[in-house]
Structures are given as C-alpha cells and as structure tokens.
Nanobody, 131 residues
Framework: QVKLVESGGGEAQAGGSLRLSCAAS?????????MGWFREAPGKGREGVALIRTDDGRTIVADDVKGRFAISQDNANGTVYLQMNNLKPDDTAVYYC???????????????????????WGRGTQVTVSS
C-alpha cells in the first residue's frame, strides 16, 4: 500500500514562493518509480503540474508553469518536492501528490503529466495566491 502525505501548502502573495513536500511511506519507496503533482482549482478538472521519473530523475513540467515551478526528489527519505516561484492567483488550487509504478510511461510519450500513469494519490494540500 502506497501512502502519500503532502505538506507545505498555504497562502502567498502574487510573486511569492511556496515549496510543497510529498512524503511516501517506507514500504512504497522501493516500488514506485513515477512521482508527480497535480492540481484542482474550483470548477476545473484535475490537471498535471509536474512529474519526476525516480529511477533517472527525468522531469516533465506543464507548459503553464514551466519556468516557475520545479520538481525534485530526495531518494534518501522518499520525498518529492514542488518548488513554486513567481506564484500567480491562477495557481490557487488543491495540490495533490501522486505515485505510479510504470515509470511515467504515458507521460513521457505525450510530454505532459498524464493521470493514467498514477495509481496512488495523497489527500491534497491547499495553495491560495492573492493578488
């Protein structure tokens, strides 16, 4: 069973920064090889933000956050981070951590985070950006 716990959400002013963390349970670290972040704003569907293929560190970042957001990992403690800079009010959403077992295969084909690659989800953390 993969358990994911997000932290680091909160409020920020436009132009500010936040860093989200996703801690995976000890027994899931060795089985998952694709970690990602998605977000869901009120009235909108869940969209991919960024992912990392944990075996080789390859990343994909969605076009609308490219240059502002970055994903990274700390394999020693099974944690994935989402660094969010130059935040905008449109970034306001619940952010979800996700994990998959297939090496982000489909996402690598379409060059954007795909929900089809993820089997496990955290409960989400709220990010609110004010203008």
């Amino acid at each position: 069973q993969v358990k994911l716990v997000e932290s680091g959400g909160g409020e920020a002013q436009a132009g500010g920064s936040l860093r989200l963390s996703c801690a995976a349970s000890d027994d899931s670290v060795s089985s998952t090889n694709c970690m990602g972040w998605f977000r869901e704003a009120p009235g909108k569907g869940r969209e991919g933000v960024a992912l990392i293929r944990t075996d080789d560190g390859r990343t994909i970042v969605a076009d609308d956050v490219k240059g502002r957001f970055a994903i990274s990992q700390d394999n020693a403690n099974g944690t994935v981070y989402l660094q969010m800079n130059n935040l905008k009010p449109d970034d306001t959403a619940v952010y979800y951590c996700a994990a998959g077992l297939d090496g982000c295969f489909r996402s690598m084909v379409v060059h954007t985070p795909s929900r089809a690659d993820f089997d496990y989800w955290g409960r989400g953390t709220q990010v609110t950006v004010s203008s």
